[in-house]
């Protein structure tokens, strides 16, 4: 059984490799986008996976034989507490890439920062004069951000502190608006409006260790032709003796760091003005009880699991409108 007869497509992608385990389930970002604006901005967001639904809207596409008519859309619902803006960062430019050039924070940060982070804040005014000594070498801004999961109705007391670009403006308006900006919560409708698209990042669902068979979709052997059945037959030649990373092999499956492009947001709301929890809540969360968005598509992991949000990195092609919805699953119109 060396040979083939017929020829056979290879079993599973090669698009991501290492299939291995994200370092932690908080996602991150490596890259901001540049956004042409002319105030500063925030480029990012972070919230936590609620649950799906579905969203009837109105087919804004043109072109489209559906064109302005119902559209029956899959959606995920993200718990989005307002973040605070507990501290800043400056990155100046060096041969080998971004190098922090001094951190800051607020001198009254929130007692369950010490569970995630042991901080000596450096007094603000003192890195501001530091920034503004050296603001032609300043490469990029960002502050730091606090989201706690208690203000999403979840049980864990460890905060996420997170990093998020600042864009638009220039260098000094920056610094500036960061300044105005600390100690003070940003609301996610201040990031972001219904007909946006945004980039998604989190870590998908963990399945543990699993075979080649599970792992790839390899199929399986004909009985008793080997000894074994679920695994691949021939793993590699006999001279050279070695495997080829392309070989499908049994290891890690699930919980991997995903970032997905260009995710439409249907909607943005609160769930005082505009209740969105079905009734009973959400399996596996609960009921969200604060500000929220609605995405459409899917979004990796499970429920709870933290989700980071920025600005699209790639701009999309399709003009942007606030989305016409007709119907929500779970409480009907949503307006």
């Known amino acids: 059984m060396g040979h083939r007869k ?4 290879r079993r599973g992608s090669l698009a991501y490799r290492p299939r291995g385990r994200a370092a932690s389930p908080v996602p991150w970002f490596r ?16 919230g936590f996976k609620a649950g799906s639904l579905h969203v009837i809207t109105v087919d804004d596409r043109e072109k489209t034989p559906n064109y302005g008519k119902p ?12 973040i605070l803006v507990c501290g800043f960062r400056a990155y100046v430019k060096t041969q080998t890439g971004l190098q922090s050039l001094i951190d800051a924070y607020i001198k009254d940060l929130p007692k369950e920062t010490a569970r995630k982070i042991t901080i000596n804040p450096k007094p603000v005014e003192e890195a501001v004069k530091k920034i503004e000594a050296n603001l032609d070498r300043i490469a990029r801004f960002s502050i730091h951000a606090y989201v706690s999961p208690r203000d999403a109705h979840l049980l864990q007391k460890t905060p996420i502190i997170f990093e998020v670009g600042v864009g638009g403006g220039d260098k ?21 409006k219904p007909g946006m698209y945004l980039d998604v990042a989190g870590v998908s669902k963990g399945k543990g260790f699993e075979g080649p068979i ?63 929890t079905p009734k009973g809540g959400f399996d596996h969360y609960g009921i969200v009880d604060g500000d929220y968005i609605v995405l459409r598509g899917s979004v990796p992991g499970p429920a709870k699991r ?5 600005m699209p990195i790639r701009k999309a092609s399709v003009k942007i409108q606030t989305p016409k919805i007709l119907e929500v699953s779970t409480v009907g119109a949503l307006t």
């Open 306 to 310: 933290p989700i980071r949000l920025r």
């Open 31 to 46: 890259n901001w986008p540049k956004v042409e604006a002319d105030r500063p901005v925030l480029l990012g967001h972070a």
């Open 172 to 192: 000094k308006t920056q610094l500036e608006y960061i300044i105005s900006t600390l100690g003070k919560k940003v609301p996610v409708s201040d990031f972001v």
């Open 6 to 9: 017929y020829n056979a497509p």
């Open 214 to 276: 599970t792992r790839f979709g390899v199929k399986t052997k004909q009985a008793k032709s080997r000894k074994s059945v679920r695994a691949v037959a021939v793993i590699g030649p006999w001279h050279p003796a070695a495997v080829k990373y392309t070989v499908p092999r049994a290891g890690q499956m699930g919980f991997h760091h995903r970032t997905e492009f260009n995710k439409k947001v249907l909607a943005v709301g609160s769930a005082k003005e505009q209740p969105v």
């Open 71 to 82: 559209l029956f859309n899959h959606a995920t619902i993200i718990a989005t507490p307002p």
